[in-house]
């Protein structure tokens, strides 16, 4: 029989799959949660171009966010631009404000003037208020304004949470599940008193999936709700999606009472219509399950043929309960 461990790690390997392996970072370790476009938050991946000269014009037509353009917008005083085109592509703002973010970083750690990166975090902080303002999420522009005013030692532990990070994900690319779980703890106690949101969403997600290879269910599904809670946050729609479907499995793994079956509706409800067929099978796989292990059998029949899901969802069954400790 199929070890519920290699059934439930198999969903998670699939949804990250169906998610988009373009959307991983460069030179990210294979297996990384894929976050929306990569950049200094995620640990591998350089900073985006400031200006659109950098890039080929057929390269500029497809992204929906031209620095160049916006910071053309910003200077002229047209922010209800800056607030639509935000507005558009919520899931590119945190990259697009982090790249100014990143830079001015840089620049202090090259030895620049404190003034040439104050440029760059300025520019940073300004966009995150307008994010904020599209949006209406305080979550940006404390973001950004906790990253600018780090000074010397809290930007080193910075940089330590994003080798954590990266010791975690390759870790869990290893299949060392329990070494990666320890790495991603280590890099969230680093960037959770830093105001770094986008590093705790990554550690919290990174804790979620290394949790849910372990089958330590009750883990995985405690950190699974905080991080799909800071994903959506962030508009990091494809980390949120994962992570809600950790919840839902380690859930029902868990034999709680609702069986996962709220998390696995939700992440149903988040399907678009431009997501793969792909992706909308695997989510109705998990929301059948639940139904079915919630005995609602007309709605699983309509979820199913909805995805095109031809067979009955197979049952993992879910995990005993351990039994009380015996007293002294």
Sequence with gaps: MIST???????????????????????????????????????????????SSETPAA??????????????????GDKDLIVQSFRRHPNEVL??????????????????????????FRKGVKFAQLATDALRDPIFVEY?????????????????????????????????AATALERYAASQSLAEPLGDSWGLQMALAGQARSAHAMSDW???AAVAAKAMEISGRLQLRNDEIETIVI???????????DAGLGYARLAWSK??????????RRIAEVLVAALEAKNFPQEAAKIRSDACLTEPSPKSPPAEKPAPAKAP
Excluded at 271 to 280: A, F, G, H, N, P
Aim: charged share 25%; net charge negative; aromatic share 4%.
């Design 144 to 176: 950004a304004g906790s990253f600018a005013s780090w000074n010397e030692t809290e930007r080193t532990r910075f940089r330590e949470g994003q080798k954590a990070a990266r010791q975690g994900a390759l870790a869990l690319k290893k299949g060392d």
């Design 271 to 280: 399907l678009r219509t431009d997501d793969s067929e792909q992706l909308r």
């Design 247 to 257: 919840c839902a499995e380690s859930r029902h793994q868990l034999a709680e009472p």
């Design 5 to 51: 461990r290699l059934v439930a790690a198999s969903i998670v390997l699939a949804l990250h799959s169906l998610l988009g392996a373009d959307a991983t970072a460069p030179g990210a370790p294979a297996g990384t949660i894929p976050p929306s476009p990569p950049t200094s938050a995620s640990p591998n991946a350089p900073p985006a171009p400031a200006d």
């Design 218 to 220: 009750a883990r995985a």
């Design 95 to 120: 990259p697009f404000v982090d790249q100014y973010l990143e830079r001015g970083l840089k620049l202090l750690e090259g030895n620049a003037s404190d003034e040439t990166a104050m440029n760059e």
């Design 59 to 76: 390269a500029i037509q497809e992204r929906p966010l031209v620095a160049g353009r916006l910071e053309r917008w910003l200077a002229d």
